[in-house]
């Protein structure tokens, strides 16, 4: 790598987990001390003696000992300094997973830890490569390839520069001892590794944009500012209060009814995903599975808004208002949601759409709403926009929640669906199918994937339900005759 002397301030990157990363760092200075700390020793990677080498199984077994935690935890823990770049692995780089067993490890050096606070540049990662390429005479990892033809298409401009970097690095390189190059090749693809990691992998060190206002700079406040405070703090003070009493009774009321149903507080059925790499858990509550599961069903009840948000619950609840003959206001609180998140382009013939099937006299859906709220309503269709059904929105909601709601959960059809509904049987893994589970570990379906099948579907469902044209048909029948 080039080494810089003034080095970008990430700090804005690093703040909400800066305190995290300097309590680990804290732990590995701990594990490298010479005398409580994880015992390491020389070992041969292919034909090269390494030192200061630690199998995964000693770092496991110190981190129980020492946190008193159990090994599953400790495991967890490690894999945590792997994927930071605390510990490298030297046999499965690709993998930055800690194995208790007897693979091989090594301390990073501090210089690639995380806390420097320097960003990885494209050029220094172009430089990387180049060497590898020089080294490997061509024939670099199928995502090393991608990259490296994508930097050089990038950084084109400058790529003489960048082989030129990369041939003295690799010259220097050769002049050092075997051990010492080795190790030192070994460090900087673990830094890579963490940093540009392969496509559909995570990456511990995603973080989102950049902020444009430095939260520790010194903000003077101006006397505008001073009047909306004071306006602020004055409207505060003449809003209703409400007894503490009854806001910690309303806040006990929801932790219990969401307890668990929260993966923090209680174990995932049939396994926690993240924790075994069985993605049954997910497989089971798709978006629009046949049949979702007891937990799943129950989350209906808690209200409509749970309903609402979940497809599987609003396609459930679309089958009890066919059967009550009134499904046009959860079909106008659709195409409000429909409008809300669609596209700017579109927005126009939507809202009329709306209008005439909706809100128009004598509309093929009518809802029944209040004249106040027809009539902005209708006001607004004239510069329609987003926001523009929201008024009217909320009332159909609202009705709904009042009425037809209480009603769909005494109903037959939500306790057929309660019957039917999956009960997991909790997953009991080994250790070593745990192992097992994360070598086969899947990349999984692209979101992308699932909203393009759910637009197929949602196509079709509309093709089936629109009036069918008996002329096109009958010509149809006739050219086939």
């Not at 003034?6 to 001390?33: G, N, S, W, Y």
């Not at 700390?37 to 090269?48: I, Y």
């Not at 030192?184 to 511990?204: G, K, L």
Request: contains cysteine; hydrophobic residues 35%.
């Amino acid at each position: 790598m080039t080494i810089r002397t003034a080095r970008p301030d990430r700090l804005q990157h690093f703040r909400p987990r800066i305190h995290c990363l300097k309590k680990l760092e804290a732990t590995v200075v701990e594990m490298q001390d010479p005398k409580s700390g994880v015992k390491g020793s020389e070992q041969k990677l292919n034909v090269t003696t390494i030192p200061h080498v630690i199998a995964g199984k000693d770092i496991i077994a110190w981190i129980a000992n020492k946190m008193k935690m159990t090994t599953e935890e400790a495991q967890v823990f490690s894999t945590m300094l792997v994927s930071y770049g605390y510990i490298y692995p030297l046999q499965n780089h690709k993998k930055l997973v800690m194995c208790n067993d007897a693979s091989q490890y090594r301390f990073q050096t501090p210089y690639f830890w995380p806390t420097q606070k320097w960003v990885a540049e494209d050029s220094d990662y172009a430089i990387y490569l180049a060497k590898r390429n020089i080294r490997k005479k061509g024939m670099l990892e199928a995502y090393e390839q991608t990259h490296y033809n994508h930097l050089h298409e990038w950084l084109n401009h400058k790529w003489d520069f960048i082989v030129m970097q990369a041939t003295e690095q690799y010259k220097a390189g050769k002049e050092r001892k075997k051990p010492d190059r080795v190790v030192f090749d070994c460090q900087e693809r673990a830094y890579w590794m963490v940093n540009r990691p392969p496509r559909r992998t995570h990456s511990a060190m995603d973080c989102g944009p950049e902020r444009l206002i430095d939260p520790t700079a010194d903000e003077k406040i101006t006397f505008d500012q001073y009047r909306r405070m004071n306006i602020f703090y004055q409207q505060a003070i003449m809003r209703s209060k409400v007894k503490s009493s009854v806001s910690l009774g309303a806040l006990v009321k929801y932790v219990t009814t969401y307890k668990n149903h929260d993966p923090f507080l209680a174990p995932c059925l049939p396994s926690n995903p993240w924790q075994t790499d069985n993605d049954t858990y997910w497989a089971l509550n798709m978006r629009r599975v046949e049949v979702p599961t007891k937990m799943r069903v129950e989350r209906w009840s808690f209200s409509l808004f749970e309903l609402l948000s979940d497809l599987r619950g609003r396609d459930d609840f679309k089958v009890f208002l066919k059967k009550e003959f009134s499904g046009e206001n959860l079909a106008f609180w659709e195409a409000a949601e429909e409008l809300k998140w669609g596209t700017s382009s579109s927005m126009s013939t939507k809202a009329a759409t709306i209008f005439k099937t909706f809100l128009a006299p004598g509309a093929p859906r009518w809802i029944n709403i209040d004249g106040r709220t027809m009539g902005l309503t209708v006001k607004g269709l004239d510069h329609p926009h987003r926001y523009v059904l929201e008024a009217a929105q909320t009332h159909v909601f609202l009705l709904m929640k009042k009425d037809t709601f209480f009603r769909y959960l005494k109903s037959p059809v939500y306790k057929d669906m309660q019957k039917k509904a999956l009960n997991p049987v909790p997953h009991n893994f080994s250790p070593a199918q745990l192992e097992q589970n994360a070598q086969n570990r899947s990349p999984g379906i692209n979101p992308i994937i699932l909203w393009e099948q759910e637009e197929v579907e949602k196509a079709k469902a509309a093709a089936a339900s629109a009036p069918v044209d008996v002329k096109a048909m009958m010509s149809k029948i006739d050219r086939k005759k």
